[in-house]
């Protein structure tokens, strides 16, 4: 309540005080993430200064406008409406009714991305692709989340880049749903849907390297692991915009469920310890091999066609541009290797960073490398990191 006092006038020399009391301007309206979020949530927006819209990003538990602000629902693809609406769209201000809007504001159907492809080049050591966009097409203009270097002759994925939200990670909707994977951007020739299949894995891995293998079945087999993961993004929007086979890469299942799953946590626990945005690169690196019947080390495609390569490693930079502070994760994606199989790109500082992993071949054999020991070998992009992240218990 803000207090102001009047004089009135009741004759030409008198005058009496009257106390008004006047209700403040309301200074800002949120809702709950977690509580009041529609199911078909839209993806939420904010214009900026120069008139771009960017993605909305809550900086705690809460959505939360200004009096001065207004938020943008916004739901993408064919014949997507607002509930209650035509329309696909709708501003919201900070009003009395605000709270009820937002909770009634969902989709006529579920929002799950889209991927566009540009002409930017990329490359990682001697391998090279194109800049993918992961995001929302929004009427005319694209709003990016996430991107992917991908390379389209082979079918595979080289890195990711992402962000992690620190400030509200924790507050982030726990999505039971699951959207299909889609294959925009792939060859078509990959298969990449059929591929995947445990079956299809089976009968694949038999003639290459040989009847007797033992290496892929029912229970052992390559699961669609993602590059930059659904649950690093606080909104199920978000989170569904990850769903597309270029942004996965072939992982044994019991690694993807293991140790490279403990890594994607982790790096979440130290984005809401850093209680900012984290930059977030992952990638594959080198070729995975298996012996064949025959003794004879054989390198494996998940497709027939010789495409979408397994890789050997996959490995997770995590940078907090803030304090130049970073840590690499790397894990082999070989359920079969023996420790001593394990080739160390950089020296192990897992112990120094607070960090521990159960290391067996099952889970995945995983170590930790300061920012600078790692880019010596491989590094999509210089960052300024000459500090290493530790994990505060």
């Not at 504001?105 to 002409?119: A, F, H, I, K, P």
């Not at 569904?240 to 690694?255: E, G, R, W």
């Not at 490279?260 to 310890?273: F, K, P």
């Not at 082999?332 to 080739?343: E, H, I, L, Q, T």
Request: hydrophobic share 35%; proline share 4%; glycine share 6%.
């Amino acid at each position: 309540m803000a207090f102001k006092l009047f004089a009135i006038c009741v004759t030409a020399s008198v005058c009496v005080c009257l106390l008004s009391i006047v209700v403040a301007e309301r200074d800002s309206c949120s809702i709950p993430i977690t509580k009041q979020i529609p199911k078909n949530e839209p993806v939420y927006l904010i214009e900026q200064t120069n008139g771009h819209l960017k993605l909305y990003e809550p900086t705690g538990s809460n959505i939360e406008i200004s009096s001065n602000e207004k938020l943008i629902l916004f739901c993408p693809g064919r014949r997507n409406t607002l509930i209650h609406s035509n329309e696909n769209s709708n501003e919201l201000s900070c009003t009395n009714n605000f709270r009820s809007k937002l909770h009634q504001s969902n989709c006529t159907r579920q929002v799950t991305g889209d991927l566009e492809t540009t002409t930017k080049s990329c490359q990682l050591n001697n391998r090279r692709g194109l800049i993918y966009r992961a995001g929302f097409a929004v009427q005319q203009k694209f709003v990016e989340l996430f991107e992917i270097c991908y390379d389209s002759q082979s079918a595979s994925v080289i890195y990711s880049h992402h962000q992690i939200n620190g400030k509200a990670i924790n507050h982030n909707i726990k999505e039971s749903d699951r959207v299909g994977f889609k294959t925009d951007g792939l060859p078509k020739r990959a298969k990449a849907e059929v591929n995947y299949r445990k079956q299809s894995q089976i009968n694949h891995f038999k003639s290459v390297l040989g009847r007797s293998q033992q290496y892929f079945t029912n229970s052992s087999f390559l699961s669609r692991g993602h590059l930059t993961p659904d649950a690093d993004f606080v909104f199920s929007s978000a989170q569904f915009a990850t769903y597309f086979y270029a942004n996965v890469a072939p992982t044994f299942q019991s690694i993807n469920g293991g140790n490279w799953n403990r890594v994607e946590h982790i790096a979440r626990q130290l984005a809401g310890q850093e209680q900012t945005n984290l930059d977030i690169y992952t990638g594959t690196h080198g070729q995975l091999a298996l012996p064949s019947s025959g003794g004879d080390l054989v390198p494996l495609y998940l497709s027939e066609t010789d495409q979408i390569e397994v890789p050997e490693y996959l490995w997770k930079i995590v940078h907090n541009p803030r304090t130049n502070a970073a840590i690499v994760f790397i894990t082999m994606n070989n359920p079969f290797a023996r420790r001593s199989d394990v080739r160390e790109l950089c020296p192990d500082v897992c112990q120094q960073s607070g960090i521990t992993f159960t290391q067996n071949a099952r889970r995945g054999f995983t170590y930790c490398c300061t920012y600078e020991n790692f880019a010596r070998q491989l590094s999509p992009h210089p960052l300024r990191a000459n500090r290493l992240l530790v994990l505060h218990k």
